[in-house]
């Protein structure tokens, strides 16, 4: 998988609606920009048919345990951006899948049958001859 860029984000952006990279780079920019505000803010940022972005408080945990030193530390309350996809991403990301594991998926759903067991020899094909030397 590749990362994508705020550039190529405004690159893919400006091929797809016909404008300047320049004037695309400035929009993300100042979507991005507002999105940010935004959430700083504290509001939830709703995208329909992509997913929702908010900003979740976590509590405080006064006994929790350093685990390199077993010493007991307190972790104060903090802010945490949450992301939920939404039904048309979910959807989509269970749709597609890559190349190689869709051959994968295939040989897991159709197993193949157990070989069948080797016949087993008999003692006497097996075992060292009489004179105790395998060359003849």
């Not at 006994?63 to 309350?77: C, D, I, K, L």
Request: hydrophobic share 35%; charged share 25%; net charge positive.
């Amino acid at each position: 998988m590749a990362t994508i860029t705020k550039k190529d984000l405004a690159r893919s952006v400006a091929d797809a609606i016909g404008c300047k990279n320049n004037l695309t780079l400035q929009m993300v920019d100042s979507l991005f920009e507002a999105m940010r505000e935004t959430l700083i803010e504290g509001n939830r940022i709703e995208i329909r048919g992509f997913g929702v972005l908010e900003v979740k408080n976590t509590k405080p945990k006064p006994a929790a345990r350093n685990p390199r030193t077993g010493e007991v530390v307190y972790v104060p309350a903090r802010r945490k951006t949450h992301f939920k996809p939404g039904k048309q991403l979910k959807e989509a990301l269970h749709n597609i899948r890559p190349e190689n594991s869709a051959a994968d998926a295939a040989a897991v759903s159709s197993p193949t049958p157990a070989p069948t067991p080797a016949p087993e020899a008999t003692p006497s094909a097996t075992s060292q001859p009489q004179g105790g030397s395998w060359s003849q």
